[in-house]
């Protein structure tokens, strides 16, 4: 698996390798076919199957791909760099030193003078040029035309969902698309800060093309993992969208090989072969239910730490996290690490999250980030069954009944009361929910004493029960598993 590192950090070895790479697909006639795919990607105006819609970012990770895999039949250790413009973002930049892409157009027409894509070099002459230009150097206007993206900016794009929206174009809202959002608010800018040969249809004949591009890349990576439950969109045949758009539409211009990529094809890029440096590895921390919080850290940029937990009994479970870190918690289950129950910011105390929720038995995951992609910092994790939960409701016995409402499907309320006087009680819901009871106890809550559906009046459950002194707990939930509706129970003697 190949690993796609962070420019900046390459060593002296590295760029030169990378360097080396690329001139000799420019030598041999490789690395204008690939100017060419982009040209006439976007000569297709209206039918381009690689701007300007959903398949923005899958048409650009196959093509970084190919020349990825170009790259390396020249020389196996290369991988592309990506360029965090976030970071690095002036014409001092180390990106710009001459031993790597060169420097800013300072000659005439914006003509690039240093490094080794200079024109004066004799190895980097433009052969693919948009139409009616006819510069054969490579060419840059830094900061001429538009701002670098901040990270503040990218993290409010890779919290936008979902994917992509109607009408599936440049016109798609960049608040309800993150698709034409990446695309728009901060791809675009990249191309057009770097200026001249960046702002062309063949804008790969800048090579910082591919770095910029798989910091795009990268940054759509960041997103699906921060989004597990949010898919690719829109299915093939959507009425309005491009051909080569839809999720299992053949992309341009490979739609005529044996089997042609598809969108499909290359949502998961470990799938395709390499990784980003900023991923970690993840191991998942077992938590156990109502023991003191676990102090961990968001310690790299972008990392996400993996809990489990296992819910032996059927109850409300909150999961919350404590301290001065503003992180995202995200559910799974049961028995199933990818299957999204739930997610939440900012529920809990501060910026905390808290989930609550009613759980089956079962194991459960949770997986916890910072809210912001380029943050850090440490945090306490806790899971409490819903015993050691204060907000539990206490039934009086003789007093009033209390209101309630299943509000989910699968929902079940828990409450308790309290024996004094042994003899007859009377557990009983009222309203037009066909509730379902199960009493435990005493002093336990998982020990069933009795259950009831029907026998009280309507749909309502009853139980008539001789109880001894002791602590009790009452579930209500729907006789459906996806019903839902409000309703009021009360203990009478
Ligand atoms: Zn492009
Ligand atoms: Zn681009």
Same mark, same amino acid.
């Not at 433009?126 to 993290?155: E, H, I, K, W, Y």
């Given at each position: 698996?190949?690993?796609?590192?962070?420019?900046?950090?390459?060593?002296?070895?590295?760029?030169?390798?990378?360097?080396?790479?690329?001139?000799?697909?420019?030598?041999?006639?490789?690395?204008?076919?690939?100017?060419?795919?982009?040209?006439?990607?976007?000569?297709?105006?209206?039918?381009?199957?690689?701007?300007?819609?959903?398949?923005?970012?899958?048409?650009?990770?196959?093509?970084?791909?190919?020349?990825?895999?170009?790259?390396?039949?020249?020389?196996?250790?290369?991988?592309?760099?990506?360029?965090?413009?976030?970071?690095?973002?002036?014409?001092?930049?180390?990106?710009?030193?001459?031993?790597?892409?060169?420097?800013?157009?300072?000659?005439?027409?914006?003509?690039?003078?240093?490094?080794?894509?200079?024109?004066?070099?004799?190895?980097?002459?433009?052969?693919?040029?948009?139409?009616?230009?006819?510069?054969?150097?490579?060419?840059?206007?830094?900061?001429?035309?538009?701002?670098?993206?901040?990270?503040?900016?990218?993290?409010?794009?890779?919290?936008?969902?979902?994917?992509?929206?109607?009408?599936?174009?440049?016109?798609?809202?960049?608040?309800?698309?993150?698709?034409?959002?990446?695309?728009?608010?901060?791809?675009?800018?990249?191309?057009?800060?770097?200026?001249?040969?960046?702002?062309?249809?063949?804008?790969?004949?800048?090579?910082?093309?591919?770095?910029?591009?798989?910091?795009?890349?990268?940054?759509?990576?960041?997103?699906?993992?921060?989004?597990?439950?949010?898919?690719?969109?829109?299915?093939?045949?959507?009425?309005?969208?491009?051909?080569?758009?839809?999720?299992?539409?053949?992309?341009?211009?490979?739609?005529?090989?044996?089997?042609?990529?598809?969108?499909?094809?290359?949502?998961?890029?470990?799938?395709?072969?390499?990784?980003?440096?900023?991923?970690?590895?993840?191991?998942?921390?077992?938590?156990?239910?109502?023991?003191?919080?676990?102090?961990?850290?968001?310690?790299?940029?972008?990392?996400?730490?993996?809990?489990?937990?296992?819910? !032996?009994?059927?109850? &409300? *479970?909150? $999961?919350?996290?404590? %301290? =001065?870190?503003?992180?995202?918690?995200?559910?799974?289950?049961?028995?199933?690490?990818?299957?999204?129950?739930?997610?939440?910011?900012?529920?809990?105390?501060?910026?905390?999250?808290?989930?609550?929720?009613?759980?089956?038995?079962?194991?459960?995951?949770?997986?916890?980030?910072?809210?912001?992609? !380029?943050?850090?910092? &440490? *945090?306490? $994790?806790?899971?409490? %069954? =819903?015993?050691?939960?204060?907000?539990?409701?206490?039934?009086?016995?003789?007093?009033?009944?209390?209101?309630?409402?299943?509000?989910?499907?699968?929902?079940?309320?828990?409450?308790?009361?309290?024996?004094?006087?042994?003899?007859?009680?009377?557990?009983?819901?009222?309203?037009?929910?066909?509730?379902?009871?199960?009493?435990?106890?005493?002093?336990?809550?998982?020990?069933?004493?009795?259950?009831?559906?029907?026998?009280?009046?309507?749909?309502?459950?009853?139980?008539?029960?001789?109880?001894?002194?002791?602590?009790?707990?009452?579930?209500?939930?729907?006789?459906?598993?996806?019903?839902?509706?409000?309703?009021?129970?009360?203990?009478?003697?």
């Amino acid at each position: 698996m190949g690993t796609r590192k962070n420019q900046s950090t390459l060593t002296a070895a590295e760029k030169a390798a990378f360097v080396a790479a690329v001139k000799a697909l420019k030598a041999n006639g490789t690395y204008d076919v690939f100017v060419d795919q982009h040209r006439t990607a976007f000569l297709a105006g209206v039918n381009d199957p690689a701007h300007g819609g959903p398949a923005f970012l899958p048409w650009h990770r196959e093509y970084l791909r190919r020349f990825e895999l170009a790259l390396q039949e020249i020389d196996p250790d290369v991988s592309i760099p990506y360029w965090d413009w976030t970071v690095d973002r002036t014409a001092g930049a180390s990106i710009w030193n001459a031993d790597f892409m060169g420097g800013n157009g300072t000659g005439p027409g914006g003509r690039v003078m240093t490094g080794p894509f200079a024109f004066s070099t004799g190895e980097w002459t433009l052969t693919v040029l948009d139409p009616g230009d006819t510069d054969t150097f490579l060419t840059r206007a830094f900061g001429v035309m538009g701002s670098l993206p901040t990270q503040q900016g990218v993290n409010t794009a890779t919290n936008i969902v979902p994917y992509d929206s109607p009408p599936w174009n440049r016109n798609s809202s960049t608040s309800t698309s993150f698709r034409n959002h990446l695309e728009g608010i901060i791809h675009n800018p990249g191309h057009m800060w770097v200026g001249g040969s960046m702002m062309a249809m063949s804008s790969p004949n800048d090579p910082v093309f591919w770095l910029h591009h798989c910091n795009i890349d990268r940054l759509w990576s960041v997103w699906q993992r921060e989004n597990p439950g949010q898919n690719y969109l829109p299915p093939s045949g959507t009425p309005g969208v491009v051909d080569g758009h839809g999720l299992d539409d053949p992309m341009p211009p490979w739609n005529n090989e044996a089997s042609p990529p598809m969108p499909r094809d290359v949502l998961d890029h470990h799938a395709l072969g390499y990784t980003y440096d900023d991923e970690e590895p993840t191991q998942v921390v077992p938590l156990t239910v109502d023991a003191a919080p676990f102090t961990a850290s968001i310690g790299q940029a972008g990392e996400i730490d993996a809990y489990s937990f296992v819910a !032996s009994t059927q109850e &409300s *479970y909150v $999961i919350e996290t404590e %301290g =001065s870190t503003d992180v995202v918690a995200a559910l799974y289950g049961p028995n199933d690490a990818n299957a999204l129950i739930a997610e939440d910011d900012d529920s809990g105390v501060d910026q905390n999250s808290r989930i609550a929720r009613n759980l089956v038995p079962g194991t459960y995951y949770v997986r916890i980030r910072h809210y912001s992609s !380029s943050s850090t910092g &440490s *945090y306490r $994790i806790s899971v409490r %069954g =819903s015993g050691l939960q204060p907000g539990i409701q206490t039934i009086q016995v003789n007093g009033p009944a209390v209101q309630g409402t299943l509000s989910a499907a699968n929902e079940r309320d828990l409450y308790t009361f309290t024996v004094v006087t042994p003899g007859s009680h009377t557990i009983e819901t009222a309203g037009s929910t066909d509730c379902f009871l199960t009493l435990f106890g005493p002093n336990s809550q998982t020990t069933v004493i009795t259950q009831d559906d029907d026998s009280g009046p309507g749909t309502n459950s009853r139980i008539v029960q001789n109880l001894g002194a002791g602590v009790y707990y009452v579930q209500v939930r729907h006789y459906s598993p996806t019903g839902t509706g409000a309703y009021s129970v009360s203990v009478r003697t």
